[in-house]
């Protein structure tokens, strides 16, 4: 917290290596978190590169209170649902499609697999269920830090989790929705 406060100081004073060190730190969180949300890894690198570009030409205007991580997930969340209206059909999350073993040719068999049952399970889950399983989970948002950033009441949160995961359970386990 106090180095991200630090961090935005200098980038309102100019310091480059302040945009550098705020990329390396919440690069990767960031596409962690779009690659779940968005269907391919080019357009979650684009987004995630938007935000950076956004924070750039908006330093002037910065407002942030300490929590420069918040900051940039809602200016990703932002980006993604512009993104989401704009498209036709609606996008869908896929799941990165990387084995525990690469180096056994049946366990990228077995994982690809499973990966694309997840992600046409999670494809069919209402998207407001979607975003909260992702964001919690690829993500590591707690419920609280998701209602915050989505507007929303931890029981809303809460409740959407919960049910995204029955039906998920219900949709992988081959049986109806519930």
Known sequence: MFEDRRLIWQLK?????????????????????????????AQAED????VFVSLIQAVE????DGNLRGY????????IKDLQ?????PLHPEVERLPENPDRPDHWVLHNEAIDRINRAL?????E???????????GL?????????????????????YGLAKLRHLLNGKAKP
């Open 13 to 41: 004073t100019g310091r480059q290596q302040a945009l550098v060190r705020v990329y390396d730190k919440y690069k990767r969180y960031l596409l962690k978190i779009a690659h779940g949300l968005l269907p391919n890894s």
């Open 72 to 79: 940039l997930v809602r200016c990703l969340i932002n980006r």
């Open 129 to 139: 269920q979607r975003w909260v399983i992702t964001l919690h989970v690829r993500g």
């Open 61 to 64: 205007s910065l407002r942030v």
């Open 142 to 162: 707690r419920f609280r830090e998701i209602a915050r950033l989505e507007d929303l009441s931890i029981n809303t949160v809460q409740s959407r989790y919960r």
């Open 85 to 89: 209206r704009m498209s036709k059909p």
């Open 123 to 127: 494809a069919q889950l209402p998207e």
């Open 47 to 50: 987004v995630v590169q938007d």
